[in-house]
């Protein structure tokens, strides 16, 4: 690594007071294709920030193609605790901070499900309320920040949960994030001042 990359990371590193407590990270397919290994990679990032967790979104049509990369996101499980939602497999390992990583389900496939399990245990329409649908998501992380890196459109991963996230668009595609954008786009959630809906 040039030095000179070293010392600005250290800087902006320095300078973080205030971090984000969840970090979801929105990727699509053909990016997993091209770098398999990054998930791995940007989890050490977080790890080492000391984030609270972290949770990777990989938006496909067909779950079944990231089965061959399966491997390189297992290996998140020897640094962290790994939950790998794939499709409607669900598998968890390791130990640690929290690292979701999930395949193919959108946000609107979570809602639409959350409320049929909430009809087969015949809840009366009055009792349900936020809770109730929050008991029954399949992702219980709210995160702080959401980063969308590359020109891709954003999907509706963790609409529920992400209402009141701040988002980081980076034009730099996934293969090609850096640590310093990483710390860029944790630079620019500490400047904003959160106003949580109000």
């Known amino acids: 690594m040039p030095v000179i990359r070293w010392l600005y990371e250290q800087i902006l590193r320095r300078d973080l007071e205030k971090l984000p407590g969840q970090v979801c990270f929105m990727i699509t397919g053909e990016d997993m294709v091209e770098a398999p290994e990054k998930v791995f990679e940007v989890s050490e990032w977080c790890r080492e920030i000391g984030l609270g967790g972290a949770t990777f979104h990989i ?11 399966l491997p390189a996101l297992r290996k998140v499980a020897t640094i962290a605790c790994l939950r790998l939602h794939v499709g409607d497999q669900i598998e968890t ?11 193919g389900k959108s946000g609107r496939e979570e809602i639409a499900e959350c409320i049929r399990k909430i009809a087969e245990e015949g809840t ?15 992702y219980h992380c709210a995160p702080d920040l959401v980063i969308k890196t590359g020109g891709s459109h954003l999907t509706d991963f963790l609409i529920w949960q992400s209402v009141y996230s701040e988002f980081f668009f980076s034009d730099v595609n996934w293969k090609w994030f850096r640590k310093i954008d990483f710390l860029r786009a944790l ?12």
């Not at 938006?59 to 990231?66: G, H, V």
């Not at 390992?93 to 395949?103: L, R």
């Open 93 to 103: 390992s390791g130990e640690g901070m929290c690292v979701t990583v999930a395949a």
């Open 187 to 198: 630079r620019d959630f500490q400047a904003r001042a959160r106003r949580y809906g109000t």
């Open 59 to 69: 938006s496909t049509q067909d779950p079944s193609e990231i089965v061959p990369y």
């Open 124 to 138: 009366p329409p009055e009792a349900i309320d936020e809770e109730t649908i929050e008991r029954h998501l399949t």
